[in-house]
C-alpha cells in the first residue's frame, strides 16, 4: 500500500518551508498536485507530482541529528530575522531545527533535525526523558536548598516534578530534569532566594558533550540513535503525555477533557482516490477554481523547552 502524507507535511519534509508556511501557499493557490490546486487537508504520495508555483521541489533530504554544543548568547530560533539564531550558528547545509530550546543566556547540549516525528516524542514532559545541567549560584549553597530543589517547588502555577539535585561545589550543583517548563531552574532558583550565575546543559538521554567543545556540532552515532529510538520506542507524540500529573489545581477533581482530534471529511482524505473517482477529470477541471480556505479558528502551537 501507498504510503500517503498530508500535502504540507510533504513539502516541510523536502525542506522547502515549514508546515505553516505550506499551508499558506495551498491557500493561496500556489500549489498544484498532478496539475491540480489541491484543498486543503490532502494527502499525496511520493509518485505525485507536487509543484510549487510552476516548480518541482528537491527531494527529501536525508535525516539529520545533530549534537550541538551551544554558546551563551546563541538563540533558539529558526528566525531569520534575529541574527543570532541557532540555524546561522550551525550553518547546516539542509534545513533543521532544534529538539526543545536553551534561552540565550544559557549554554550546553541541544539536538537539532529535520525530523518532525522525533521532536514531540523527546520533548514530551510525559516521556521522562532526562536532561542533565550544572548550574552556578550567586550564593553559598545549603542543605535546606538541595532538598528543597529535589523535593519541587511551586512555580508557573504548578509543582515542578521531583528530581535529582546533587551539589558539586559551594555554589554549584547537578540538576537532572525530566520536565520542560519555561526557565525552570531559574525560576526554581530565585523563588528560594538564589540567581543563577551560569547554567549549562552537560547531557539529553544517553548524549553527553564528551569531545564537542563550545560551538561545535556533530551527527549523532547510530549507537546513540538507536538507544535513543529504543528509549522513545513507547513514548507518545499526544499532546495528553505533555501534561504534569501535578500541573492539575487541587480543586479540580476531574481532568479536563481533551480537545477531539481534528477529523478531515471524506473530501479531504485522499488525492490519489479524488483522482481515482473522477473527481479531476478533464470536463470538471479545477485549475482555476479558488482553493478553499482554512477555518479562521484554527491554532497551531509549538512546545518549547527553556532553561
Given at each position: ?7 504540507n ?17 495551498i ?111 550567586d ?11 529535589a523535593g ?20 554549584q ?12 531552574i ?89 483522482v ?32
Amino acid at each position: 500500500m501507498t504510503d500517503l502524507k498530508r500535502l504540507n507535511k510533504f513539502i516541510s519534509d523536502t525542506g522547502f518551508c515549514s508546515r505553516r508556511e505550506a499551508d499558506k501557499y495551498i491557500e493561496d493557490g500556489r500549489v498544484t498536485v498532478n496539475g491540480i490546486r489541491p484543498e486543503m487537508g490532502v494527502k499525496v504520495a511520493l509518485s505525485d507530482t507536487v509543484l510549487i508555483d510552476g516548480k518541482p521541489l528537491k527531494k527529501v533530504p536525508k535525516r539529520a541529528y545533530i549534537a550541538y554544543n551551544k554558546p551563551v548568547g546563541i538563540t533558539c530560533t529558526t528566525e531569520r530575522k534575529i541574527q543570532s539564531n541557532i540555524v546561522k550558528a550551525v550553518n547546516y547545509p539542509d534545513r533543521i531545527f532544534p529538539i526543545g530550546r536553551l534561552d540565550r543566556p544559557s549554554e550546553g547540549l541541544i539536538f537539532l533535525t529535520n525530523e518532525g516525528d522525533i521532536v514531540n516524542k523527546i520533548l514530551r514532559a510525559g516521556n521522562n526523558h532526562e536532561k542533565e545541567y550544572v548550574v552556578t549560584v550567586d550564593k553559598p549553597l545549603n542543605r535546606q536548598f538541595v532538598n528543597k530543589m529535589a523535593g519541587g517547588l511551586p512555580i508557573l502555577d504548578t509543582v515542578t516534578k521531583k528530581c535529582k539535585v546533587t551539589q558539586t561545589g559551594p555554589q554549584q550543583f547537578t540538576i537532572v530534569l525530566t520536565q520542560g517548563l519555561n526557565r525552570q531552574i531559574r525560576r526554581m532558583c530565585e523563588y528560594l532566594g538564589y540567581e543563577v550565575v551560569t547554567l549549562k546543559r552537560v547531557r539529553i538521554m544517553n548524549v553527553t558533550l564528551k569531545g564537542l567543545n563550545v560551538g561545535q556540532w556533530r551527527h549523532l552515532t547510530e549507537q546513540e540513535m538507536a538507544e535513543i529510538n529504543n528509549s522513545i520506542a513507547d513514548s507518545g507524540k499526544t499532546e495528553e503525555l505533555s501534561v504534569d500529573e501535578n500541573k492539575q489545581p487541587a480543586n479540580i477533581s476531574k481532568p479536563k477533557q481533551a480537545r477531539t482530534p481534528y477529523k478531515e471529511n471524506d473530501k479531504k482524505r485522499d488525492f490519489a482516490k479524488h483522482v481515482k473517482q473522477g473527481r479531476f477529470d478533464s470536463k470538471n477541471d479545477q485549475t482555476n477554481a479558488k482553493p478553499a480556505r482554512r477555518n479562521s479558528t484554527t491554532r497551531t502551537g509549538t512546545l518549547s523547552l527553556k532553561k
